[in-house]
């Protein structure tokens, strides 16, 4: 049979208070015969009469000590056993709670934490318990919210696909050119919602590696600048760029730093029919806050703190730009995340805003 931890508490101190018990009365035994006989030699040297009462004395003093010696040793051991248990006890209890709280983790239920233990020990272990089953908490509510999302997103482009090959097959029609476009857009809705959660989760995994070199901020601006201008409808909003020309280098990878300010400048572009777009830089102690500015249709208060979040698009967004997957900014963040900086958002509804972020300096 095994012996729980409890008991082999309890068994321990009592072998510990064993080994004290026979120490004593083994050193007792061996020792006080043989003082108390000098003691009395000492006596009789000294011209008082204890030869006559010399053995009375010392069986009286065997019997005195081994009495003594009994109740001891039986009051000891259960104070001592008492003590064992108690202490044994305080030690597993912590842990037996630990235990139980886990099978309720098991079972769903994240209500409950590890009460704090007055050991110091056991407290650091209920904190750090306690931390992991909010971390677990946080990433089966993640899970959760993930799959809403995605079943979300995915039932309109597969409802709209289904529903016209399933027309077509009743009808025994090919499929129009414009059918056929729809279809050719909604497949690559699809694609690219997919795309946008592999890196979204290799990001949040933090399995993207990052290749971190030196980047010169005016060249890498110019380049995305004239990328965007030839995707801009005539009419559109006017791109444009400024930071001084000696600012400092940022250490960051390449392609990660384009994908983010691909991300943040097409968000800009998508919410932004006519006015300007600005992408600026600029040094503030060790760091590079680099801004993406728009006048777009801006976005409402209460829809500030919901930007970063997955699959969220604003109301103004859904409207004016629909079709989007409502990733690319929870990817930006993450990988802004990765650099060590940190991105914010600024906007006032019908006015614009400003995404900005922040990238150490080489």
Known sequence: MRVGLQGRLFFSHLVVMLVGVVSFIVISRATSHHLFAGHLDQMASMGRVVDEIREELLSGFENAWSGSTVLALTVGSLTAAALSYWVAR?????????????????????????????????????????????????????????IEDLTHELRTPLTIVRGYLEESEAESQALTPATTQLLVR?????????????????????QLPLQLQAIALPPLFEKLLIRFDSQIAEGGPQ???????????????????????????????????????????Q?????????????????????????????????????????GTGIGLAIAKRLVEL????????STLGQGSTF???????
């Open 283 to 323: 040094a503030q102690g060790n760091q590079v806050w680099i801004a993406v500015t728009d006048t777009g249709i801006g976005i409402a208060p209460d829809e500030l703190p919901h930007v970063f979040e997955r699959f969220w698009r604003s109301s103004q967004a859904q409207s004016s730009a629909p079709g």
């Open 339 to 346: 650099h060590g900086g940190r991105i914010e958002v600024e």
């Open 186 to 206: 909604e497949t690559r809705r699809l694609e690219r919602l997919v795309n946008d959660l592999q890196e979204l989760s290799k990001a949040e995994a933090g």
């Open 90 to 146: 305080r030690i597993t209890q912590p842990l037996t709670e630990m235990e139980r709280i886990t099978r309720q983790f098991a079972a769903g239920n994240w209500s409950e934490q590890v009460p704090r233990s007055d050991i110091p020990e056991l407290a650091r272990l209920s904190r750090s318990f306690n931390r992991l089953a909010l971390s677990l908490q946080d990433v089966e509510e993640r899970r959760r919210e993930l």
């Open 239 to 281: 791109l444009g760029w400024r930071c001084d020309e000696d600012i400092a280098p940022v250490l960051a990878d390449g392609d990660r730093l384009e994908q983010i300010l691909v991300n943040l400048l097409g968000n800009a572009i998508k919410h932004t029919p006519q006015g300007h777009i600005t992408l600026s830089a």
């Open 356 to 362: 900005r972020f922040s990238i150490p300096q080489a």
